[in-house]
């Protein structure tokens, strides 16, 4: 398995992306894909009608996409992050590496930090936020709980 960009355009790609939406569960209907609105993303993103401010990543396990990640607003200090990670392939630790794939992207390209939200009801998500550094800033506007990782600055030189 390897995690790589996501090709905008790239019909293969595209097809992969449909399966992966196709095959989630309760869990990552609820609380990624509630009203489609993340495929919908994609797809305007695949289709280059939409998403031209973010970068996707997907971890590419050869036949089907075992988890997906990407940073919206992208060129802004600040991108929002979403996840998601396959049925098949949830507590191997996909998630942890699908965000340090976005923090490193983060620290490569001078951004300040990355912003997330996360349904109330997601403990699973929000421990993985934790373990990957993210403090946990309180209520959004929308109702969910506001996550943000800040990348750590340099120590400065006594
Ligand atoms: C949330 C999600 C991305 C986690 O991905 P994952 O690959 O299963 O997570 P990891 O295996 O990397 O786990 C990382 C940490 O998450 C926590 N975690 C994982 N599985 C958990 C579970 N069943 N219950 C509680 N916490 C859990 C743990 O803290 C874990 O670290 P540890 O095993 O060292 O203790 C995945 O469950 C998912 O796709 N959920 C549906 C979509 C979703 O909710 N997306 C986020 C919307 S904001």
């Given at each position: 398995m390897i995690i790589r960009t996501l090709h905008a355009g790239d019909a293969g790609d595209k097809a992969l992306m449909e399966a992966f939406f196709n095959q989630m569960g309760f869990e990552a209907r609820a609380f990624f894909n509630h009203g489609d609105w993340n495929r919908r993303f994609m797809e305007s993103y695949m289709d280059g009608t939409?998403?031209?401010q973010s970068v996707h990543w997907i971890a590419d396990d050869g036949d089907k996409v075992a988890g997906y990640v990407f940073l919206d607003?992208?060129?802004?200090?600040v991108p929002w992050l979403g996840i998601a990670v396959a049925e098949y392939a949830k507590g191997r630790h996909l998630g942890r590496q699908l965000i340090a794939t976005c923090q490193d992207w983060c620290k490569a390209h001078g951004r300040g930090g990355i912003m997330l939200i996360t349904h109330q009801a997601n403990v699973r998500a929000q421990m993985l936020y934790s373990a990957c550094g993210?403090?946990?800033l309180g209520n959004h506007s929308s109702g969910e709980v506001l996550f943000y990782w800040r990348v750590p600055m340099p120590m400065p030189r006594a």
């Open positions: 939409g998403g031209e607003q992208a060129a802004t200090g993210f403090t946990r």
